[in-house]
């Protein structure tokens, strides 16, 4: 079964940091292009970052200004999400999910697997 | 602000019809970017239902159907069924923003 599952979420004080990870399962995590995505409470999607599928392209939202900081280790299915100088707008259950492609990059790629998303709060 | 617009929310009865727009400019959806459709349940993750403007992924119901002229998309629903009630996220790219994957503000979908 192909899958994807979240966790290092939890409570944090303003200011900070947290690691996200997101395991990849049921399909050749090395070919794909990698996505986090998140969504405050009662808000909609936000795109956060995207990792090409041998980490040499990397992109972030500009709201985050270089606080946050995406990775990837193929020979461990891993994907993660490093979030310094974190802030209480940073609350927010944060999903990984997989780009539509293989092998390729597209840049306006969908996002067919998602994980269940793991649940970050910043507060003091 | 999101950089696709949404209505809010849109309801119909049960077996109606109903659409949801995604408004872009020329530097997104007008720039010929693909535009991809979620559904969200309440308390689930996002679930691809339209990719690239109007294909839809094995196991969807050919109820939802994608289109997209100009700077717009739209998401249609026929034979509204209760089930069906849930948030959807419509999403392209755009070119302005570095590497900039954009996500339309969801539409609460309510069926009465």
């Known amino acids: 079964e192909v899958q994807l599952v979240e966790s290092g979420g939890g409570l944090v004080k303003p200011g900070g940091s947290l690691r996200l990870s997101c395991a990849a399962s049921g399909f050749t995590f090395s070919n794909y292009t990698m996505n986090w995505v998140r969504q405050a409470p009662g808000r909609g999607l936000e795109w956060v970052s995207s990792?090409?599928?041998?980490?040499?392209?990397?992109y972030y939202a500009d709201s985050l200004k270089g606080r946050f900081t995406i990775s990837r280790d193929n020979a461990k299915n891993s994907l993660y999400l490093q979030m310094d100088s974190l802030r209480a707008e940073d609350t927010a259950v944060y999903y990984c999910?997989?780009?539509?492609?293989?092998?390729?990059?597209?840049?306006?790629?969908?996002?067919?697997?998602w994980g269940q998303g793991t649940v970050v709060t910043v507060s003091s | 602000q999101s950089v696709l617009t949404q209505p809010p929310s849109v309801s119909e009865a049960p077996g109606q019809r109903v659409t949801i727009s995604c408004t872009g400019s020329?530097?997104?959806?007008?720039?010929?970017?693909?535009v991809h459709w979620y559904q969200q349940l309440p308390g689930t993750a996002p679930k691809l239902l339209i990719y690239?403007?109007?294909i839809r992924p094995s196991g969807v119901p050919d109820r939802f159907s994608g289109s997209k002229s100009g700077t717009s998309a739209s998401l249609a629903i026929t034979g509204l069924q209760a089930e069906d009630e849930a948030d959807y996220y419509c999403?392209?790219?755009?070119?302005?923003?570095?590497?900039?994957?954009?996500f339309g503000g969801g539409t609460k979908l309510t069926v009465l």
């Open positions: 690239g403007n109007f």
């Open positions: 999403q392209s790219f755009d070119s302005r923003l570095s590497g900039s994957v954009v």
């Open positions: 990792i090409s599928s041998t980490s040499t392209y990397i």
């Open positions: 999910a997989r780009d539509l492609a293989t092998m390729i990059i597209v840049i306006d790629d969908a996002f067919d697997i």
């Open positions: 020329s530097s997104n959806i007008g720039a010929g970017y693909d």
